[in-house]
C-alpha cells in the first residue's frame, strides 16, 4: 500500500532562517506531488505541485521554493523565513490521472 | 476559486442528530467530486466520492447528493457523533487535472 510521510512533524524557527521540510512517498512510482498551505482555521492554499523530477509549477509567488530531487522526494524550502510563513504545511500526492489527493500528516512551522 | 482567506463556518450539531454540510460549485468540467475530512492538527482524509454522472452516493453513515442542476454538493452524517467533530471539506476535479478545493466547514457536535 502507498504511503506518505513528511517531517519535521512541528518546527519553531526565528524570522530569516532557513526552512527544509521534506516529504517522500513509498509504495507508488511516478506520483503527482504537492505542498499545500493552511493558515490557522482557514481553507487550503496550493503552493506548488510537480509532475516528475525536476519539474516544478508554483501556484503563489512566495518567499518559499520547492524541489523534486527524486520520484518520491518533493522539499520545501526557504533561505530567510517570515512571520507570514507560519502555518500548517501539508504534502500530499495523487496518480498521474488525479481522482483523489493522499495527505501526509503535515508540519507546523511557528516563525517567530 | 479557492476561500483560503476566509475563516472556516462553522455548523453545530447535537450528539445523535444528522448533519448536512453544503459546497457549492461554479465549474461544471468536473468529473468527481470529492469530500475530505480533517481533524485537528491532521492531514485531510479522504470520506467519500461521488462521479459526476451520478446524483447520490451512501458509504457509512455519510450520504453524498450531487444537484448538477444548481451546482450544489453536499454531505449527510447520520447520527452525528463526537469523532466527527472536524472540518470538512468539498473538492472537484478540473480540466487542468487538479483538484479544487472548497474553503472548509467547521462541524462541532455538541454532547
Known amino acids: 500500500s502507498q504511503t506518505i510521510h513528511q517531517w519535521p512533524a512541528t518546527l519553531v524557527q526565528p524570522v530569516g532562517s532557513p526552512l527544509s521540510l521534506e516529504c517522500t512517498v513509498e509504495?507508488?512510482?511516478?506520483?503527482?506531488l504537492y505542498w499545500y498551505r493552511q493558515a490557522a482555521g482557514r481553507g487550503l492554499q496550493l503552493l506548488f505541485y510537480?509532475?516528475?523530477?525536476?519539474?516544478i509549477s508554483s501556484e503563489v509567488p512566495q518567499n518559499l521554493s520547492a524541489s523534486r530531487p527524486q520520484d518520491r522526494q518533493f522539499i520545501l524550502s526557504s533561505k530567510k523565513l517570515l512571520l507570514s510563513d507560519s502555518g500548517f504545511y501539508l504534502c500530499?500526492?495523487?496518480?498521474?490521472?488525479?481522482?483523489?489527493?493522499?495527505f501526509g500528516e503535515g508540519s507546523r512551522l511557528t516563525v517567530l | 476559486g479557492e476561500s483560503v482567506g476566509l475563516h472556516l463556518p462553522t455548523l453545530s450539531v447535537q450528539e445523535g442528530d444528522n448533519s448536512i454540510i453544503n459546497c457549492a460549485y461554479s465549474?461544471?468540467?468536473?468529473?468527481?467530486f470529492i469530500w475530505y475530512k480533517q481533524e485537528s492538527g491532521k492531514g485531510p482524509q479522504f470520506i467519500i466520492d461521488?462521479?459526476?454522472?451520478?446524483d447520490k452516493r451512501q458509504g457509512q453513515r455519510v450520504t453524498v447528493l450531487l444537484n448538477k442542476t444548481v451546482k450544489h454538493l453536499s454531505l449527510q452524517i447520520a447520527a452525528t457523533q463526537p469523532g466527527d467533530s472536524a472540518v470538512y471539506f468539498c473538492?472537484?476535479?478540473?480540466?487542468?487535472?487538479?483538484?479544487?478545493f472548497g474553503g472548509g466547514t467547521r462541524l462541532m457536535v455538541k454532547p
Open positions: 510537480s509532475v516528475g523530477i525536476g519539474q
Open positions: 500530499a500526492w495523487s496518480p498521474l490521472i488525479i481522482r483523489e489527493l493522499f
Open positions: 509504495g507508488t512510482s511516478n506520483p503527482n
Open positions: 473538492a472537484k476535479n478540473n480540466a487542468g487535472n487538479m483538484l479544487t
Open positions: 461521488i462521479r459526476s454522472n451520478m
Open positions: 465549474n461544471s468540467a468536473s468529473d468527481y
